[in-house]
């Protein structure tokens, strides 16, 4: 099946400064690459995602990139807010599969 | 709020003991996913349904059973509890049958097991 490594595990970074997320994935034929945040005790919300056919997608202050060759997709986050500290989990999937998260990134942004 | 609703939001029992979550997916998605998010662990997920049609399963244990009933919402019955079973229960809907489709989240039904 498919195998899906988060990292960093933790991050902590100042306000203002920019924050990056970066998952690696094993199987060629994914092809849907979600982020979702997680605020403590609370439900997983899609922020952004991006799919095979593009290398890159930009909301406001998040973007995903893509490099498919490399089987690894990243989430950026520029300008940090203290709002955004959070737990973000990237999510892979293709086709009929069922989607896989990674372990989670524990993101503290201070003030 | 995503549109998909789960009950009860909190659940405490024994072990040995028997419950059933239930979940009422976004209005015209057919897909209902079950996860569980044990402390400081990903989302593993359960099990799939589409229109009433088991679909996909993931790491589901034989103690635990799922339904998806004609009005589209879903029941996760899980039976002879123990102490690991406690977890944040998430159900997620979404349109179609792919997993591509974008998932919707309700807000979990955290579960004690005492």
């Known amino acids: 099946g498919e195998n899906v490594e988060q990292h960093p595990s933790t991050l902590s970074v100042q306000e203002g400064d920019s924050a990056v997320i970066k998952c690696t994935y094993s199987d060629s034929a994914s092809n849907y690459f979600p982020w979702y945040k997680q605020e403590l005790g609370k439900r997983p919300q899609l922020i952004i995602d991006i799919r095979s056919n593009v290398g890159e997608k930009k909301d406001q202050r998040i973007a995903v990139t893509l490099n498919k060759t490399a089987k690894h997709f990243s989430l950026h986050i520029t300008e940090t807010q203290p709002e955004d500290s959070a737990v973000y989990f990237c999510?892979?999937?293709?086709?009929?599969?069922?989607?896989?998260f990674g372990i989670g990134t524990k993101l503290q942004v201070i003030p | 709020d995503s549109g998909v609703t789960q009950t009860p939001k909190h659940l405490i029992t024994a072990t040995g003991q028997r419950v059933t979550l239930r979940c009422s997916p976004r209005s015209g998605d057919l897909s209902v996913y079950w996860y569980q998010q044990s402390l400081d662990q990903g989302l593993q997920f359960l099990i799939q349904y589409y229109n009433g049609e088991e679909r996909a399963k993931g790491n589901i244990l034989e103690r635990f059973s799922a339904q998806q009933f004609p009005d589209l919402h879903s029941e996760l019955n899980l039976s002879s509890l123990e102490l690991g079973d406690s977890a944040l229960y998430f159900c997620a809907s979404s349109l179609s049958p792919t997993a591509t489709d974008t998932q919707y989240f309700g807000p979990g039904t955290r579960l004690t097991v005492l």
């Open positions: 999510a892979v999937s293709g086709g009929y599969q069922k989607v896989t």
